[in-house]
């Protein structure tokens, strides 16, 4: 029940082209839902996030598609670049306070070639 | 930027030994939390500590494991006798209070933990 499944494990995309991941959750109890950019030796990083009374949130070329009653969110990233090949996590919380656990999907290595 | 710094960096560390994981916070948060890694695999939450208490951790968080706020800074995570299963990336991350709202938990550069 607290898993978060992520799709695909690696994705290759021409510059400029659209990038999408997909993750599915079963907790109903989560209401926070970040997306984490990694890059190579370095920590996760927030890029962007979304809480299910909003089915899309955009930022820049980011957007987070969100299907509350499919328990599913996705994201987008739109002209797609070589400097956004990244490991990608959606990850998922209960939000009744401040400091919920993160649950993370699997990872989708991205590879953007020029 | 204000940022989470974690040291060392790379540990190296015989199975059995006992390793402590340093790490200081964003100065303002009042979460902490410790994650890790396994090569090549999802990030995994092991525990999270607020008002000086542990608020919530996972089933990896065993006997051997151990977290402290020694002083107004600093955040460790200790392992008493290390195992092989323990090498991963340990990440140590802080989040700000925001009364009844989840918000971005920041994220250090790890320590990557090799058992030998």
């Known amino acids: 029940q607290q898993q978060v499944k992520q799709s695909p494990q690696s994705l290759i995309v021409q510059k400029g082209g659209i990038s999408i991941i997909n993750c599915a959750y079963e907790?109903?109890?989560?209401?926070?839902f970040p997306w984490y950019q990694q890059f190579p030796g370095k920590g996760p990083a927030l890029l962007i996030a979304?809480?299910?009374?909003?089915s899309e949130k955009k930022e820049g070329r980011f957007t987070i598609s969100f299907n509350k009653s499919a328990k599913q969110f996705s994201l987008h990233i739109m002209d797609s670049q070589p400097g956004d090949s990244a490991t990608y996590f959606c990850?998922?919380?209960?939000?009744?306070?401040?400091?919920?656990?993160?649950?993370f999907g699997e990872g989708t290595q991205l590879t953007v070639n020029p | 930027e204000p940022e989470v710094t974690q040291t060392p960096s790379h540990q190296v560390t015989q199975m059995g030994q006992e390793v402590i994981l340093r790490c200081v916070p964003i100065?303002?948060?009042?979460?902490f939390y410790w994650y890790r890694q396994i090569l090549g695999q999802k990030v995994e939450f092991l525990v999270s500590?607020?008002?000086?208490?542990?608020?919530?951790k996972s089933e990896i968080f065993d006997d051997q494991f151990s977290v402290e706020r020694p002083d107004g800074s600093n955040f460790t995570l200790k392992i008493r006798s290390t195992k092989l299963e323990d090498s991963a990336m340990y990440f140590c991350?802080?989040?700000?209070?925001?009364?009844?709202?989840?918000?971005?938990?920041?994220f250090g550069q790890g320590t990557r933990l090799t058992v030998v």
């Open positions: 991350a802080s989040s700000p209070w925001t009364g009844i709202m989840n918000t971005e938990a920041f």
């Open positions: 907790n109903t109890a989560f209401d926070y």
């Open positions: 979304i809480r299910p009374d909003v």
């Open positions: 990850a998922a919380s209960k939000g009744e306070t401040s400091g919920s656990r993160l649950t």
């Open positions: 100065s303002n948060h009042l979460y």
């Open positions: 500590f607020y008002n000086n208490e542990i608020s919530e």
